[in-house]
């Protein structure tokens, strides 16, 4: 039930079709009062990993007792990201830090982004990374996921056919007071006058369809991920630059515009991993 109700209460870094998307798709469970439905489908979505080495001829679990030496994680980011699922991903990076006989990793990407708890601390673990680690994009990689992906040491990207970008934060409301209403349903919020800031947000919407304060809020949250992606880029902020202002592109623009740093396949996200880890490891050796 909790991850059911921060469906639609929680801030979203997602292209709005991909959220329509879900909600047509939960909505006709929720009229039914099929609930574990729902709970069935948003437990589908799992950011999985497996290990492989070049020219990725097999692949073992990351705990695997005959995992080879210099192996190269691969962690699949693909549909929406849910908030659980973002710290399903910072455990695995742990793990992966913590684990000798993997040297880097890969994130594959194929999502148009999702709720926004927790991936700016995804992302900082991805960049601050004591293992390389790069992203190959299979298809879309939007908004919370172009977050991720470009925290990475490189980008790959499959086609001038995928898309990336979709740079923005929104939030949905829904009001069922009048729903109640209807069922002949009571239904009050009752706030001591000393609390007067409590949920001023929401009641500024139901008083006086003002959503000016929730704007204010997500601006700020907006900002933050700007900032993010311009060091990510290491590109400018600027407000005017359709970049940060959530227009998405597709992948031989994002290129061009250095958005993305190459044409490639996974095999040469996985070569590159293998030979950033092997160039750490050398200068360590000679304390280069």
């Not at 962690?75 to 993997?102: A, C, F, M």
């Amino acid at each position: 039930m909790d991850k059911i109700q921060e469906i639609f209460t929680a801030p979203w870094a997602i292209a709005d079709n991909d959220y329509y998307r879900l909600l047509s798709l939960l909505m006709p469970c929720v009229a039914v009062g099929n609930l574990d439905a729902i709970e069935k489908r948003l437990n589908n979505n799992k950011i999985t990993a497996y290990a492989t080495t070049p020219y990725l001829a097999n692949r073992w679990e990351l705990d695997d007792d005959t995992l080879p030496a210099d192996s190269v994680a691969v962690i699949i980011l693909e549909g929406t990201l849910y908030s659980w699922e973002t710290y399903r991903l910072e455990q695995q990076l742990r793990d992966i830090s913590g684990n000798p006989k993997i040297c880097g990793a890969v994130l594959w990407i194929n999502g148009p982004g999702g709720m926004v708890a927790h991936v700016d601390l995804a992302a900082k673990m991805i960049a601050e990374s004591s293992k390389p680690i790069a992203t190959y994009v299979a298809g879309t990689m939007g908004s919370a996921h172009f977050w991720l992906g470009t925290a990475a040491g490189r980008t790959f990207i499959a086609s001038p056919m995928c898309e990336v970008g979709s740079v923005g934060i929104m939030l949905t409301y829904q009001s069922f007071k009048e729903y109640f209403k209807k069922q002949g349903i009571d239904y009050r919020e009752i706030y001591p006058d000393s609390a007067d800031l409590k949920n001023y947000e929401t009641r500024a919407i139901e008083k006086e369809n003002n959503e000016e304060p929730i704007k204010q809020r997500l601006a700020v949250m907006h900002r933050i991920f700007c900032d993010a992606i311009s060091k990510n880029l290491g590109i400018t902020y600027d407000p005017e630059l359709p970049l940060f202002r959530g227009q998405i592109f597709t992948g031989d623009v994002a290129v061009a515009n250095g958005y993305i740093d190459q044409f490639g396949t996974l095999e040469d996200a996985v070569k590159w991993v293998l030979a950033q880890a092997t160039v750490r490891k050398v200068n360590e050796m000679y304390n280069i």
